[in-house]
């Protein structure tokens, strides 16, 4: 009987055990260890790849930018920051089991205030650490030269913004369909090309919602972004503006073709101010159109991509080629 009791205790006893010696934390802490063991085994087979990956991504990694109101640039677009993805990235590069730079998988991390968080203020430039510009082309008189203007972006596939004067979209329809109908952007320059800055705000909304309205109805078309005549503005036209749902465009290179350069000389000058985040200010003059294309190849050959305003504004980060 002794003997019986004895065995039996034992066996409970041995049972008992070995559960414990399964399922407590210091053994499950064991197993997830030769887990973690095995992973790095993984990554160390690939380790010259993942080494790689890890010194691309220190080059690579961007935080992001949040909008604001600079002292002297006044409201500023942010930008994405840029992250690469380790793991995925290793993943991606696994079968080859041989680094490549496009097969690096990357993420884009968007700021926490935007442009619309910020209280009206007038846009001079884009984010500095975006590599494109834009050209705003300003549109009140010189329809002789916007034929050639229009062809010559097109065939460098450029798309600009165009700003035009209501009084002038009202006596050239067929102009102002022609400036769509190539994919520019367009926006509001006001009405009759006033000093904005001495009239009443009463006079100042009606300027506005006049030029709105005749590009609404002869392009089906609604302005967001406003350029005062001349750059004439006090903060009164600016808060009229975003309460008409539009964001007041100045510009930080001027073309100053109004004042009709010689074209070679006009180009040299603006490429020698160009710079991430440009907004070129242009009028259709017989410079800007003699001298378009130079200054076109010149942007770009310098890096720049060029948008409208709205693609300057996007905090979308521009992903460098190697990684498309």
Do not use: C
């Not at 300003?138 to 062809?151: D, F, K, R, T, Y």
């Not at 310098?302 to 693609?311: A, E, L, M, Q, R």
Request: net charge neutral; glycine share 4%.
């Amino acid at each position: 009987m002794k003997n019986s009791i004895l065995y039996w205790s034992i066996v409970i006893l041995i049972i008992t055990v070995t559960a414990f010696s399964v399922h407590n934390p210091f053994t499950s802490t064991y197993i997830e260890s030769i887990k973690a063991q095995s992973t790095a085994v993984s990554k160390m087979e690939s380790n010259s790849i993942y080494q790689q990956i890890k010194e691309k991504a220190k080059e690579l990694n961007k935080p992001p930018q949040n909008a604001e109101i600079d002292p002297v640039w006044k409201a500023t677009p942010g930008y994405n920051g840029l992250v690469v993805d380790m793991e995925e990235s290793l993943k991606a590069m696994k079968k080859e089991n041989i680094f490549d730079e496009k097969k690096l998988v990357v993420k884009q991390i968007e700021p926490a205030i935007h442009l619309d968080n910020l209280p009206a203020s007038p846009i001079y430039r884009g984010n500095p650490e975006k590599p494109m510009v834009t050209l705003l082309v300003n549109v009140a008189w010189g329809n002789e030269h916007l034929p050639g203007m229009l062809q010559t972006m097109k065939k460098h596939h450029v798309q600009s913004t165009f700003f035009l004067d209501g009084s002038w979209v009202k006596k050239n329809p067929s102009l102002a369909k022609m400036i769509a109908e190539e994919q520019h952007e367009i926006g509001n320059h006001a009405y009759s090309h006033p000093d904005l800055k001495k009239m009443t705000n009463a006079r100042i909304t009606e300027e506005l919602k006049a030029t709105n309205e005749v590009i609404n109805a002869t392009l089906d078309k609604s302005p967001k972004w406003f350029a005062p005549p001349s750059g004439s503005y006090r903060n009164d036209v600016v808060q009229i503006a975003a309460d008409l749902n539009m964001k007041t465009i100045l510009w930080s290179v001027d073309t100053v073709d109004w004042r009709n350069p010689d074209p070679d000389e006009m180009v040299e000058r603006v490429l020698s101010k160009v710079h991430p985040g440009a907004m070129i200010l242009m009028h259709p003059t017989s410079s800007s159109a003699a001298g378009l294309e130079n200054l076109i190849k010149g942007i770009k050959d310098k890096g720049y991509s060029i948008g409208t305003v709205s693609d300057l504004m996007d905090e979308k980060r521009l992903i460098p080629k190697t990684l498309k």
